[in-house]
């Protein structure tokens, strides 16, 4: 029995994004009125001098400055982090054990699961400017938990993100998780039915069809809220394990972070 999740969940930020500015301007503006006649009293025959009303050059409304994206800290991630009180009782906090080479990897030969693998094996998204990670245990044979909270810089670079996550889990069908001292296996990639909580919700199911951990099933999750992504791994767990710990962990982050944009 694995002793820890093998896999931490970690999306990498998409780097091209474009953020369009929009502004709108009105054009043309109202005619000038007509000039009024004062008729004359010293002369016989009226005549009119027409006044000239000053023209005035319309004023563009300025064009308000894109909202500012907050970006939380360290210390902010953490403590938006779930804790056992958060959790049912039996859990327990595993050791920072930082991965290494016992962490398990995933590889395949075929080009089509190489993002997947990529983003499966990496220790955090590449654009992440803070990170916040806890791994719990429910016991010798689990579940496993693990989660993590990535703040991204913008809603926008975490939904590229998210899309750039389910586009390559539809991509693969399959791949080899190896860790050391317990074997191999080829897993089987499903993209399951996320719980929905947060933005852009997405999950994937890889179940060990053979070899040595024939039968070891990891569920990986993600979701957005704001500027932050929220990860999840289960290991040894039921649906009931990833559903308890997406809500409370969206509820527990929204509580301490809150809104994640600032600025008009």
Do not use: W
Request: glycine share 10%.
């Amino acid at each position: 029995m694995l002793k820890n999740t093998p896999l931490r969940l970690a999306l990498p930020a998409v780097l091209a994004i474009c953020l369009v500015a929009c502004s709108n301007e009105s054009g043309g503006g109202d005619s000038a009125p007509a000039a009024s006649v004062s008729p004359s009293q010293a002369s016989a025959a009226p005549s009119a001098t027409p006044t000239q009303t000053p023209t005035t050059t319309p004023t563009a409304s300025p064009t308000p400055a894109p909202p500012v994206t907050k970006v939380p800290t360290t210390a902010e991630l953490t403590k938006a982090l779930l804790a056992l009180s958060d959790l049912p009782s039996g859990f327990s906090i595993e050791p920072d054990e930082g991965g290494g080479e016992d962490t398990g990897q995933l590889s395949s030969k075929d080009a089509r699961c190489a993002r997947f693998v990529a983003l499966a094996n990496a220790e955090k998204p590449p654009g992440s400017k803070a990170s916040a990670y806890r791994s719990f245990s429910g016991g010798q044979d689990g579940p496993f938990i693990d989660e993590g909270l990535d703040a991204m810089g913008s809603a926008a670079a975490v939904q590229a993100l998210q899309k750039s996550f389910r586009s390559a889990i539809t991509s693969c069908r399959g791949v080899t998780l190896s860790i050391p001292g317990q074997g191999r296996s080829t897993m089987m990639v499903r993209e399951v039915s996320a719980p929905p909580v947060g933005t852009t919700p997405v999950a994937v199911r890889m179940t060990a069809t053979s070899g040595a951990l024939e039968g070891l099933e990891v569920v990986l999750f993600s979701t957005g809220l704001d500027g932050v992504v929220l990860s999840l791994s289960v290991l040894a767990g039921a649906p009931d394990d990833l559903d308890g710990a997406a809500d409370a962990g969206v509820t527990k982050a929204r509580k301490i972070l809150g809104g994640t944009k600032t600025g008009t």
